[in-house]
């Protein structure tokens, strides 16, 4: 309702006159065609920042084929704009004075640079515009992609401007680019607007993952493609595949297809889960998890299960002493690292069943007899472990990988170090001989945060996890939260990398994989929101909540 009080019949009239005669006088002055909503800033040619009209907009004067304005309109002023509403929330808005930009029919999408046809078209289709390509002109209702070099700028952050009906999207790198367009895609979705302003926004943490245990539960290709394009428009940049494990082993292989579980996913399906997520900027990161999760190997290849002195098996533990089970390790990372190209590799390491016995060289003294062959009487199978960690690190190194392991395949006062450019994936404080998060980071280790307090989402809930809740993360967690609910000093903060929200299957059928992605919904829009800004969120949770609900 307006603001204003009814004017009197005779003072209406008189109103309508003056208005028409200023209007009139104005278009004099200014010149037919040139507009009112000129903005002045030199951006384009003359008119090129009129509003535009568009449907649901109060207000707008009509247009006629070229997209000038049929009839002057009276002067009309606007309210300083709000900040976008988006999850991840930008981290810094400059308000200005505008109508801001929606989408209409007719519109362009334009880049200045080949290296961002990917990215224009990719937003043009989801908004229902026209790729032009790369084009020098200015238009009125463009929006505009470009790489700016941005110096000083991480390489994922990027500019928005909105402004004379215009939008232009900059950043260092066609990653930065494309988080730019997530942003415009959320502020228009469902008939918003984007408003008028300058967005300048960038990550805090370089890595921001979502890991998958596909190997104790098979996920369909549509299902994985589905949550590629739900993390992309979350800014997500890595999808961790858990391949391999005791239940099965999920992925098409060449070199060994004995040890391929009947459901699996064929290296096609890969192939195209991998192009999809390259082009939302999203690294796969592929995990054959070693020496221990090697049930479904073991199962085509008995001979190289790990035994005690009475014979018993080592669940998923092969025998490190025998030459052969590095042998087929190899043969399978060497095999994926030419379907997964992305740079980060998942060596796993963990829960090595040799290592949780009481006395490890009583239990197992064929062990005990390689660590002292291979590393001289004081070696230890501690040593041993460490050695194959190292091999296949070697391994994937060659195939020029930067490498992880979970923090319990790091073991403490061993004789053999771990190689120097492995990096910690922190789960746990729950093994034995645990050690503190600061263990790893006094000694120099870049670390990736996998919290199983917060970040666990564990199928039927079995050892005591609870499904976390994305209210809890929102409120409780940040990056620097690795162990428990404590965070590490702030000094260490520039040595964690980022980190992961998980989805393990122990339970496989406990949920279907839709009751799963209805499960990790909210938690993962916490998880990216505090991996992109770890300070504490201007909206409360039922703010951010219903804000999710409208973002869809």
């Known amino acids: ?88 929330a930008v981290r810094s808005h400059t308000a200005a004075r505008g109508p801001g930009w929606r989408p209409a029919r007719g519109e362009r999408v334009v880049v200045t640079d080949a290296a961002l046809a990917d990215e224009g078209r990719l937003i043009a289709g989801e908004l229902g515009l026209a790729y032009a390509g790369e084009k020098g002109d200015v238009r009125a209702g463009d929006v505009r992609l470009a790489l700016d070099g941005g110096a000083g700028a991480g390489p994922e952050s990027y500019t928005m401007t909105v402004r004379g009906g215009r939008v232009d999207i900059s950043g260092p790198s066609d990653a930065g680019v494309f988080y730019g367009t997530r942003t415009l895609k959320q502020e228009v979705h469902g008939g918003g607007t984007a408003p008028e302003g300058v967005v ?23 299902w994985i493609e589905d949550r590629v394009r739900e993390l992309g428009d979350l800014k997500f940049n890595e999808l961790g595949l858990h391949f391999s494990d005791d239940q099965g082993f999920r992925i098409e292989s ?24 390259a082009s939302r900027h999203i690294t796969v990161v592929p995990e054959i998890d070693s020496p221990g999760h090697l049930g479904a190997v073991i199962a085509a290849h008995p001979g190289l299960q790990l035994r005690n002195t009475r014979g018993g098996a080592a669940r998923g533990a092969v025998d490190i002493s025998e030459p052969a089970a ?3 390790v190899d043969d399978l990372l060497n095999e994926y690292a030419g379907l997964f190209p992305g740079g980060e590799w998942n060596l796993g390491g963990d829960e090595y069943q040799a290592l949780m016995a009481s006395s490890p060289s009583a239990s197992y003294p064929q062990l005990a007899a390689a660590a002292r062959k291979a590393y001289g009487p004081g070696g230890t199978i501690s040593d041993l472990a460490t050695g194959w960690l190292n091999d296949r690190a070697g391994t994937v190194r060659a195939h020029r990988r930067t490498m992880r392991a979970w923090n319990d395949g790091f073991y403490a006062g061993t004789s053999v170090r771990p190689a120097g450019d492995l990096q910690v994936a922190y789960w746990t404080g729950k093994e034995i001989g ?24 564990v199928l039927g809930q079995p050892n005591g996890f609870v499904y976390p809740t994305g209210r809890r993360i ?9 162990r428990g609910t404590r965070a590490v000093p702030a000094g260490y903060d520039a040595q964690i990398l980022g980190g992961s929200f998980a989805v393990w299957c122990d339970l496989s059928g406990s949920q279907t994989q839709d009751q799963v992605a209805a499960g990790i919904r909210m938690p993962l829009r916490a998880t990216v929101q505090k991996l992109w800004d770890p300070r504490k969120p201007a909206l409360t949770w039922a703010e951010f909540r219903a804000l999710a609900a409208r973002l869809g």
């Open 474 to 482: 929102y409120e409780q967690w940040t990056p620097r939260v690795l």
């Open 326 to 328: 590095a042998g087929i």
């Open 200 to 222: 300048r926004d960038g990550p805090a943490k370089p890595v921001r993952g979502f890991m998958l245990d596909i190997a104790r539960k098979h996920f369909t290709a549509g």
């Open 1 to 88: 309702m307006s603001q204003h009080r009814r004017l009197p019949p005779a003072r209406k009239v008189r109103q309508r006159r003056l208005i028409v005669a200023g209007a009139f006088a104005g278009t004099v002055a200014l010149g037919v065609g040139l507009g009112f909503w000129a903005s002045g800033d030199g951006g384009g040619p003359a008119g090129s920042a009129r509003e535009r009209p568009s449907a649901g907009r109060t207000g707008a004067a009509p247009a006629d084929s070229h997209g000038a304005s049929a009839t002057p309109s009276p002067t009309r002023s606007y309210a300083l704009s709000k900040a976008p509403a988006t999850i991840p």
């Open 254 to 277: 060449d070199t060994h297809p004995e040890v391929v579980s009947r459901q699996h996913l064929t290296k096609a399906e890969v192939r195209k889960i991998v192009g999809l997520a």
């Open 434 to 457: 645990a050690r503190q998060p600061v263990a790893y980071l006094s000694a120099g280790r870049k670390v990736i945060n996998y919290n199983d307090e917060f970040l666990y989402y």
